[in-house]
């Protein structure tokens, strides 16, 4: 017995004997037993640095393929990906939208909506900013004007939600909440951290620790205003911790109560902002912010954390570095003042080793042996990360309009949210391999 199985792009048509069609078909059934998607469940990925799971590819098509798009409301929320889903936290209208598509081929699944009450600030734009976070079958979002839930990952229902904005007298700042909330394991429980920046009597609250399964406040901790970083889990000083880049600080938290560890001074008074996340490496950690903010690198091999560098080597408006062996590669720069820039920066002197103007800002995935730079004006480019010089190994243009949301990659597949200046935006599956 022979089958025929049919080339649907060529027309080719190849006789395949009997046991050879047993055999993959039996293969078929094995590897139908893994998901068919990796998953990208917050901001940056996994472990929020932009490492990704499956490899970047080797070379960038010239025109590659948009395998589909959807239409999105307002907001400058970026995607993430979990359970064969591409989840999408926007604004059309009145309302601020939880959406899920299908990843193979955008079909909306469900949508959850929520009053939306941010009214914008000094950008026209006035949807959501903050990245979802998916832990198990939940998401958590949070809306520009401080509104935290979480919903089921299935249909949408939400669970819970909390006004952050009026239980905890939390501005909004320059651009509304933007900072993507933390979902960390403390024992036999789930928290969710999240920069709040809210002063309340009784207790500061910079930022604040909910039970994900109901909601309820399990900690406060900092008298702080929140930035627009994220916090990220880390191990340094051989100690596991929530760290939280806030208005005027970096910080490091017990999970499990939120006790200060320890704290250094990070940010500027006045109109400034900090957007990029913390980056941790080999007991390291580097932090950097624009308007004349600049860098900083600490260590914590000593029982105190110690300021190794600091200077204006790495200034980013808010696209996060990435660390790939002993160098960090960063955009440099501020898109309002058209100087951005991406530079080379070794880890544990500061210095400058290369800069590469043409990029301008761009937001960066890697995946250990390339790197790719998403730039906000709709390019691609790999790269072949070096601390020896700039080598671009292609570029690629995927849209016309501005990308300013941090991009999702799953097996082979980008994904990209535009993010025009007023208006409605779309979500673009662009495959690279």
Known sequence: MAVEIVDMKTSTRLRVPGPVCILLAALGAVL??????????????????????????SELPEDPQVLWRAGVGEGMSGVVVAGGRVLVFHRPGSVERLEAFDVKNGTSLWQRDSPATYRGGILPDSGPRAVPTVAG?????????????????????????????????????????GSSPLVVDVGERQLVVAAVGGEVEGGAAGVVAFDLANGAEVWRSVDDRASYSSPVVASLGGRDQVVVATRLRVVG??????????????????????????????????????????????????????????????????????VIG?????????????????RAVDLATGEVRWTEK??????????????????????????????ERFRRLGSAKVSRETTRAVPAYVNGVLLVRTTPSRGGGEVLAVKLR
Do not use: C, M
């Not at 893994?34 to 590819?57: C, E, K, S």
């Not at 935290?148 to 501005?171: C, I, M, N, Q």
């Not at 160098?327 to 100087?339: F, K, N």
């Open 326 to 342: 002993g160098t960090i590669y960063g955009a440099d720069g501020r898109e309002d003042h058209g100087t951005g820039r991406l």
């Open 137 to 177: 079958d939940a998401v958590v979002t949070f809306g520009a004007g401080g509104r935290l839930a979480a919903s089921a990952l299935k249909d949408g229902a939400e669970r819970w939600s909390v006004e952050t904005a009026a239980v905890y007298g939390a501005p909004e700042g320059y651009f509304g909440f």
């Open 32 to 57: 139908g037993a893994f998901p068919a998607a990796a998953d990208w469940p917050g901001i940056l990925g996994v472990d929020r640095n932009g490492q990704t799971a499956t490899p970047l590819p």
């Open 253 to 322: 938290l017990d999970p499990k109560s939120g006790d200060v560890i320890w704290t250094v001074p990070f940010g500027r008074r006045g109109p400034s902002a900090v957007g990029a996340l913390p980056v941790t490496s080999g007991g390291r950690l580097v932090i950097t912010a624009a308007y004349g903010v600049g860098a900083k690198l600490l260590d914590f091999s000593k029982p105190e954390p110690e300021v190794v560098w600091s200077g204006d080597q790495l200034s980013s408006h808010y696209p996060t570095p990435a």
């Open 358 to 387: 043409s990029l301008g800002l761009a937001h960066l995935l890697h995946d250990g042996e390339r790197l790719l730079a998403v730039r906000i004006d709709g390019t691609l480019d790999l790269i072949a990360p070096s601390p």
